[in-house]
């Protein structure tokens, strides 16, 4: 009887924990991405890549490649910035279930940001994210 209830004060233990280490957010946040310590500098362009909350697609959590190359994860609540060259830059998440990705191509301009959110929509089925650039006052909204 003791070591049943010693067993159910672990395992609660580990499910809290569990629990708590599962909705920490990672990247930096919003007011990062806002600080003076996130300077842009001049020779680059900035992309701002964020998902916001949501229960739809929680457990999905794609990667998002930039022309190829990993830069991060598709986590909900998240934000997160990649300073680049600027020109042509193609953002790319493959789906998570079926094979396939879904891509865009977007133009990054010297010294400015441009915002990219990724979401789940009705493609999520097939565990595809939808991607899309949004301007400042939506992504500061969202």
Known sequence: ????????????A???????TGCETFGPKYA???????????EKGRIVFYRPSSHYGYGMRPDILLNGKKVGTSRPGTIFFVDVDPGKWQVTVPAVLYPGKTSIDI????HETV????????SAFAGRTDIEVV???KAMTE
């Open 32 to 42: 990062t991405v806002r600080n003076d310590t996130a300077v842009l500098p001049e």
């Open 1 to 12: 009887m003791k070591t049943s209830r010693s067993l159910m004060s672990v395992l609660l």
């Open 14 to 20: 580990v499910i809290s924990i569990m629990t708590i």
């Open 135 to 137: 301007n400042s006052e």
């Open 115 to 122: 915002y990219v959110k990724t979401s789940f929509g009705p």
């Open 107 to 110: 133009s990054i301009p010297q």
